[in-house]
């Protein structure tokens, strides 16, 4: 019991009276975060992947979802046919990637409240997966170790070059226009994060991008990442393990 009520009813009013008041989306925010942090279920995780789902279902109208990334929880927006990041977060979840699961970490949160940073974070995650491709391939990372050149260095080994000569004839330009446009959207991403990200300064309180172009770079650049790592997997017939030393 909580005073004098019983513990659901006495919720419930707090709850209401709760959303009527200026800071109510940050406050329920940070009370579904606490609900569906997963370290307070640690004797019974099935309880917390209940309590997720049931979370989930509830604000699926509203476009929102809550996802875990590095044991954390984030509540993130969902697009028309769900959240374009959760295949990518799952896979890197599987595979313990510290490196991009700090990255997408940033990401999440940052997409509304500090878009640029977002940016940067989602270009970082694209160059982790890169620097783990490589090492894991055994080959020496490029000299120029931006976003482009790592691209570059890993395409030829995962036969990713659109100027690949071992492609079905009937379907021969249609995948090298898809190889060709994973190239353009990385170097975009990267040059996003040189003019309107933060990895090289901004002036205080001034806005280049908004959520948008934020929530798009992330997507993007997850969706680049996921394809880079299934194409690893597919070469070499094995999970790409975690490589710490990323940084």
Sequence with gaps: RIGSSSRVPATIEFLRALAVRPDADESLKRII?????????????????????HMNASME?????????????????????????EPFISKITKLDFDTV????????????????????????????????????????????RDIDGLLRAVQEP?????????????VEQDIRQILGGLTSVTKGVGALRTHAGDAH???????????????????SASSAALFLIESWERKQHRHLPKHPELR
């Design 201 to 219: 300064g901004r002036e205080r309180g001034f806005r280049r991008i908004d959520a948008r172009i934020a929530r798009l770079a992330l997507n």
């Design 158 to 170: 995962l036969g990713l070059s659109p100027g690949r000569t071992d492609l079905p004839a009937e």
């Design 33 to 53: 975060l606490r609900v569906c942090d997963p370290r307070d279920y640690l004797s019974a995780p099935e309880k917390a992947t209940a309590v997720r789902d």
């Design 101 to 144: 699961q700090i990255e997408i970490a940033r990401a999440l949160p940052s997409l509304a409240t500090d878009p640029e940073d977002a940016v940067t974070a989602a270009c970082s995650l694209i160059e982790a997966v890169c620097r783990s491709v490589l090492i894991e391939l055994g080959l020496p990372l490029p000299a120029k």
């Design 61 to 85: 109208a509203d476009g929102l979802a809550v996802t875990l990334v590095g044991g954390k929880a984030h509540i993130v927006e969902r697009t028309g046919t769900g959240l374009i990041v």
